[in-house]
T-cell receptor
Framework: DVKVTQSSRYLVKRTGEKVFLECVQDMDHENMFWYRQDPGLGLRLIYF???????EKGDIPEGYSVSREKKERFSLILESASTNQTSMYLC???????????FGQGTRLTVV | KQEVTQIPAALSVPEGENLVLNCSFT??????LQWFRQDPGKGLTSLLL???SQREQTSGRLNASLDKSSGRSTLYIAASQPGDSATYLCAVLDSNYQLIWGAGTKLIIKP
């Protein structure tokens, strides 16, 4: 089975902190994604990557950056956390664009 | 612009009933459609993927159908169980290879 692992289930950070959310997949998937999920707004795409060293902005990239130094790892970075970034963050991966997407267990981030 | 709608937003049925969840989309130019399940506070679990050339897919008690021309998909759950209680999300893969999401149907199966 495909496994997508997010480094933390729950995180509490202070406003202004630099926050790293890590995601690792074990199936040699080319494509990786970061979403955030908020009540009433659904899933929104933050950043995605179709290959190592490649990254593309999604629908809501402001306040975020990403890193993909290795194929299996895709990191989401909050440069200076703010309270409006309190959310559930979901990482996903897939082999190629037209294949099944698999998700991690989610990271509930609270910024205080 | 592709839009995905799931109706109803919430559904409560007694255990043992068969049920259908609906997903509609506005643009038939899709590569595939995927159904997911999400338990409270958890990530998404992939249930079924239907390619645009397919009409249906089955996995255990789940059957998903796709009618691309009419912009509709259904997820049929047979002999529902309390453990099926969750939010069910559908997503279509659009012409830019991006997933466009519905808002989900919250399903409650009453014992």
């Amino acid at each position: 089975d495909v496994k997508v692992t997010q480094s933390s289930r729950y995180l509490v950070k202070r406003t202004g902190e630099k926050v790293f959310l890590e995601c690792v997949q074990d199936m040699d998937h080319e494509n990786m994604f970061w979403y955030r999920q908020d009540p009433g707004l659904g899933l929104r795409l933050i950043y995605f990557s179709y290959d190592v060293k490649m990254k593309e902005k999604g629908d809501i990239p402001e306040g975020y950056s990403v890193s993909r130094e290795k194929k299996e790892r895709f990191s989401l970075i909050l440069e200076s956390a703010s309270t409006n970034q309190t959310s559930m963050y979901l990482c996903a991966s897939r082999i190629t664009p037209n294949t099944e997407a698999f998700f991690g267990q989610g990271t509930r981030l609270t910024v205080v | 612009k592709q839009e995905v709608t799931q109706i109803p937003a919430a559904l409560s049925v007694p255990e043992g009933e068969n049920l259908v969840l609906n997903c509609s989309f506005t643009d038939s130019a899709i590569y595939n459609l995927q159904w997911f399940r999400q338990d409270p506070g958890k990530g998404l679990t992939s249930l079924l993927l239907i390619q645009s050339s397919q009409r249906e897919q089955t996995s255990g008690r789940l059957n998903a159908s796709l009618d691309k021309s009419s912009g509709r998909s259904t997820l049929y759950i047979a002999a529902s169980q309390p453990g099926d209680s969750a939010t069910y999300l559908c997503a279509v893969l659009d012409s830019n290879y991006q997933l466009i999401w519905g808002a989900g149907t919250k399903l409650i199966i009453k014992p």
